[in-house]
């Protein structure tokens, strides 16, 4: 007995000891993984989202040196519909509404404000009070120019929508404010422009694609070579595409949120999907389904994207180089990258 306890004695520190170098190597590796540094070329840098805050949405920052998670604002008789980057992640604005939704088979939103995130001082500052109307559109035409959409009925002509254009310079001054009048028993209902201009990469490949009621064919194309390659074929229109700045990837997403998508109605919906494209391999090297929006970017080696619906929605840090996912953020009622995705309520 004497022997054994001193074999014993002997063997728990060595064994405590490989077990503190197993766990302070695991944590090295995972940070090595995520490779969390103050070197933008080398992470995913830091980043502002959208989560749950009481009883709405409000905006968080995700610090990528610690890996920590803060909040930055919210407002409870605002509700946050958006948050949209430039291009090259230096600039920011957000919309709230007093209230958003379907009624019928209409959609609305009430009370619009447009706020500018100043990243440089970490403050929000309201740019204009936008109003009321059915829809709102935002996209960035530049780096440096920021386009918002609102589109409503006319007070005087039931048929007639009239959409207002408004675009800002990266620092919220107004730059541009015209009204269109659309007939919508004569024209098509306005929507925002197409994706077209994401389609082709600075090296010259294109993604192409043709769609027709039993799904939509994806392809890569070469016009060095002049050659096409099927990447997939899915059963949902393309909705968003980017290219890595390095050229090596190729992220794209579909989405089906139509009322035609019966998968909505059940406890699983299927409706997204998000495709990672190695051009060098000129193949797909990942691939996500099921539900969520899957809005995304590219920063670097790495892919952050949102995924699922409203509760369990979340955020999640994917290296494209080591193809696996390296961090994920959730938060008590939801996150997404714009927003917090939500179910489509039709006729509600």
Not at 99 to 119: D, E, T
Not at 159 to 176: A, H
Not at 215 to 239: C, H
Request: aromatic share 12%.
């Amino acid at each position: 007995m004497f022997k054994i306890g001193i074999i014993t004695l002997i063997l728990f520190p060595i064994l405590f000891y490989f077990l503190g170098c197993g766990k302070n190597k695991s944590k090295e590796e995972a940070k090595k993984r995520l490779n969390l540094t103050n070197n933008l070329s080398s992470s995913p840098g830091d980043f502002y989202f959208v989560g749950m805050a009481n009883t709405g949405a409000g905006i968080y920052k995700f610090n990528s040196k610690n890996k920590s998670v803060s909040a930055f604002w919210s407002n409870e008789k605002q509700k946050l519909i958006d948050l949209s980057y430039s291009p090259d992640r230096k600039h920011a604005f957000f919309i709230t509404a007093s209230a958003y939704g379907i009624l019928g088979v209409f959609p609305f939103v009430k009370n619009v404000k447009l706020y500018l995130l100043k990243m440089d001082s970490a403050k929000a500052a309201l740019v204009q009070k936008i109003g009321n109307g059915i829809q709102i559109f935002t996209s960035w035409e530049t780096d440096n120019t920021f386009k918002l959409v609102l589109n409503s009925f006319d007070s005087t002509i039931a048929s007639y929508i009239n959409q207002e254009i408004l675009i800002y310079s990266e620092f919220g001054r107004k730059l541009v404010d015209n009204t269109k009048t659309y007939d919508i028993t004569k024209e098509a209902y306005p929507k925002p422009s197409s994706i077209s201009s994401k389609l082709v990469s600075p090296g010259g490949e294109k993604l192409a694609f043709k769609s027709d009621s039993s799904g939509t064919w994806v392809y890569l194309y070469s016009s060095s070579k002049r050659a096409a390659k099927l990447i997939t074929k899915t059963d949902q229109k393309l909705n968003d595409a980017e290219w890595s700045p390095d050229g090596k990837y190729l992220v794209f997403s579909t989405l089906d949120i139509s009322p035609k998508n019966q998968s909505i109605l059940t406890s699983q919906p299927s409706t997204s999907k998000l495709y990672v494209c190695s051009l060098d391999q000129k193949k797909l090297t990942k691939a996500w389904n099921g539900n969520g929006v899957k809005n995304f970017y590219i920063r670097n080696n790495f892919l952050i994207f949102d995924d699922g619906f409203d509760g369990n929605s979340s955020i999640h840090i994917f290296n494209m180089k080591l193809n696996e996912n390296v961090f994920t953020i959730r938060i008590k009622g939801g996150c997404g990258l714009r927003n917090i995705p939500a179910i489509p309520k039709y006729g509600h």
